[in-house]
């Protein structure tokens, strides 16, 4: 078993910026991978995921900032200098080449004597599950296959980084299923840092050891993924992460403390935020509770009407318009959520399940979470 | 193979219709085979007596086997040289962008299309000065001029179909640029480098024009040997000396053939 903090580099990212023409592709990113974390960029299309990626690989050269893998600033080195894996979306398997001879690639490269490659590449099948697989040229292999050599390639040499671009994007879901789990495996075995790209929260959520959150070339927010869920900083990744009922308006102070003013009522809140700023509350489906009759505690609530009722076995989904015409989305199981289609409802939650955020301008992206 | 018995009246018309375009390319090769062994030194077809006299002429007289020997060398040093240049010329206009490109392509591949005789008094003119006129340098890099164009078309249509992705997953392995060209790129666009090879040997071996201003009775190619034995004599060694090249020519397509059979063999 490996000591992962012997096996992972640490990353660092500041100020990381790319320029094409005026249009900025990554606007001074900051960020750090500890030694052995799994860390996942996630972001819509678009975001500066992949630009990212390239810089710490080495293939575009930064506008500015700086890059270090265990302290050390590698953007003067090239791409085959810097001992860093990657595992490529599609694949990008020597097609010349069989299995065995693509995972003995880096070992050649690297002078190692002819045996010990033999016995590498053979761990390295085993290890993805392809013993007795090595003969066979890519175009044999299944694309999940594929994806598992090109795979074993990129850790075989022991890099102690290893960057994935959306590597399970080109397949089927129970298969994409499937690899995520032993990517994991595999990352826990080897303690190796991982840095993988995705554009699938679910995806990051499942794998992340943390994420960060790309937006126009930025990064909205670093953190865990309960983190992002439960304390998004800001409404773009509250929406981006999970789903969220979200109601926007202007801080105010009345008789018993913050209130939002929206256009479905005044909701209390609670925040650092000062009052006149303008602000939007995130309330996550599954916080929210369904009463018959308008609430009559302290509590926030708002009216609503059900438009639609999803069974999904354990649970229900319950789609929601306000009287604002915004959609909403209660999340629940039990008695309460027995409601029907067309059924005027008023929902609330308790005031610290309410999670209030800055307002900005830009509330975008390609492909919101879904 | 169901194609080979024709049926209706389309099939039969197709089939009669290739069977005259095939009769009409190997025609003169009908004429010449015969004609090359003839026992009489004349052109007479067909011929009432037969002999290898014309054959064993060909590989006695100096002026004959020594211009076969000429053109192979040209052809395959011209090949070699078209194939590396070409090579390295479509790599650059595949991956730079520089102002003037077009121009400089449509440079590259002029002599494709340029008037033959024309290259070949310019060609002349320069040597001239240069004094590589009737030199074996002189012909390789004429013919070079030539056979470009077909490599350098070939290769920029290999090149359009390779995943350049690879490349960046070689170097993410540890390749050098050079190791990534001779380990990946140049593997997997060999047989665009081989065809444009192909046409560069084929193309330079039955070159008359240029080879015709630039030869010397001590430099001077097959095809050109053979125009001046007919401006001068009758000499039936001329028609041993055009099987020979048709010999020469099919058996280097073959070859290729082969090598392509074996290649897919291989790594199906
Ligand atoms: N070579 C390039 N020239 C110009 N724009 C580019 C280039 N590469 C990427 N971009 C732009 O940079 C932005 C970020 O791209 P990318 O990092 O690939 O996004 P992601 O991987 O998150 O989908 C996109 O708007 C893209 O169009
Ligand atoms: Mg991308």
Redesign the pocket.
């Given at each position: 078993m490996h000591n992962p903090s012997q096996s992972g580099a640490s990353l660092e990212i500041s100020d990381l910026s790319?320029a094409?023409?005026s249009?900025k592709?990554?606007d001074a990113v900051s960020l750090t991978a500890r030694q052995g974390e799994f860390l996942s960029?996630l972001?819509?299309?678009?975001?500066?995921?992949?630009?990212?990626?390239?810089m710490i690989a080495g293939f575009?050269s930064p506008t500015s900032g700086e890059i270090r893998v265990d302290g050390r600033e590698i953007s003067t080195l090239p791409p085959y200098r810097r001992d860093i894996g990657i595992v490529f979306q599609h694949y990008a398997l020597f097609p010349h080449l069989t299995a065995a001879q693509n995972i003995a690639f880096p070992l050649q490269r690297r002078g190692m004597p002819r045996r010990d490659v033999a016995v590498r590449v053979a761990e390295a099948l085993e290890m993805v599950k392809l013993d007795g697989y090595g003969d066979r040229y890519p175009r044999q292999l299944s694309g999940g296959q594929q994806q598992r050599v090109a795979f074993a390639r990129a850790v075989v040499f022991k890099p102690k980084l290893l960057l994935m671009?959306?590597p399970l994007g080109a397949l089927d879901k129970k298969l994409r299923e499937d690899l995520q789990g032993e990517i994991r495996r595999i990352h826990r075995s080897l303690g190796i840092t991982f840095v993988f790209?995705t554009?699938d929260q679910e995806e990051a959520l499942a794998l992340s050891d943390r994420i960060a959150v790309?937006n126009h070339?930025r990064i909205e927010q670093i953190g865990t993924s309960r983190e992002l869920y439960e304390t998004p900083a800001t409404e773009f990744v509250a929406r981006f992460i999970g789903e969220a009922n979200i109601f926007s308006g202007t801080l105010v102070r009345g008789d018993a403390g913050l209130a939002l003013d929206t256009p479905v009522g005044l909701l209390p809140v609670e925040t650092r935020l000062p009052a006149g700023r303008q602000a939007s509350l995130v309330v996550r489906p599954e916080r929210l509770e369904i009463g018959k009759a308008p609430h009559a505690g302290s509590d926030p609530h708002v009216p609503a009407t059900v438009r639609d009722v999803v069974y999904l076995g354990s649970n229900r989904r319950i789609e929601i318009v306000f009287d604002d015409g915004r959609t909403g989305i209660i999340r629940g199981s039990g008695r309460g959520t027995d409601v029907g289609a067309g059924e005027r409802i008023d929902i609330r939650w308790s005031i610290a399940d309410g999670y209030v955020v800055p307002f900005s301008s830009s509330q975008t992206g390609d492909g919101h979470g879904s | 193979m169901r194609g080979g018995i024709p049926r209706s009246p389309g099939r039969i018309f197709a089939w009669g219709m290739a069977g005259l375009v095939m009769l009409w390319l190997t025609a003169p090769v009908l004429v010449l085979l015969p004609l090359s062994f003839s026992g009489r030194r004349s052109f007479r077809f067909p011929p009432d007596t037969w002999s290898l006299r014309w054959y064993e002429n060909f590989f006695t007289d100096s002026t004959w086997h020594a211009s076969l020997l000429t053109s192979l060398k040209v052809g395959l040093l011209s090949t070699a040289a078209s194939m590396i240049l070409g090579t390295m010329a479509a790599f650059a206009l595949h991956k730079l962008y520089f102002s003037g490109k077009a121009f400089v392509t449509g440079f590259l591949l002029a002599p494709m299309i340029f008037p033959g005789v024309v290259s070949a008094i310019a060609i002349f003119g320069v040597y001239l000065t240069w004094h590589i006129s009737g030199t074996l340098t002189g012909f390789v890099a004429a013919h070079t001029v030539l056979s470009l164009p077909f490599v350098i078309v070939s290769v920029r249509s290999a090149l359009r179909i390779f995943d350049w992705e690879l490349e960046k997953a070689a170097a993410s392995l540890g390749a050098s640029p050079f190791e990534t060209f001779r380990l990946v790129t140049l593997p997997l666009i060999l047989p665009g480098v081989l065809i444009g090879g192909l046409f560069a040997f084929v193309i330079s071996f039955d070159e008359v024009v240029v080879s015709l201003f630039l030869q010397t009775p001590f430099v001077r190619t097959l095809p050109v040997q053979m125009y001046l034995s007919v401006t001068e004599s009758i000499d039936p060694t001329v028609a041993a000396a055009s099987t020979i090249i048709v010999i020469v020519t099919v058996a280097s397509i073959l070859i290729s053939m082969l090598f392509w059979q074996k290649r897919k063999t291989s790594d199906a």
């Open positions: 790319k094409y023409g249009f592709a990554l960029l972001g819509p299309s678009g975001s500066g995921k992949t630009t990212t990626l390239n575009t671009d959306e790209v554009h790309f070339g | -």
